[in-house]
């Protein structure tokens, strides 16, 4: 697996140890990023995409009244 090398700053590396539970930055950023990942995944899967729109209708129906 290639690795890539970032700067990042010091005080939000912290703030993703805490909050993850980890005892690295780099396993925070890593868990923060797959998190991230497949958050965007479950969006997708349940708002779909462009390929989607033939099943939009904007059409609205009438309000009932009564």
Request: glycine share 10%; aromatic share 2%.
């Amino acid at each position: 697996m290639a690795q890539v090398t970032i700067t990042l700053d010091a005080n939000l590396a912290i703030d993703a140890m805490l909050l993850s539970g980890t005892k690295n930055p780099q396993d925070a950023v890593e868990l923060v990023v797959r998190d991230y990942l497949a958050r965007g995944r479950r969006t997708g899967t349940r708002t779909g995409d462009a390929a989607d729109g033939h099943r939009v209708s904007t059409d609205r129906p009438a309000a009932q009244e009564g």
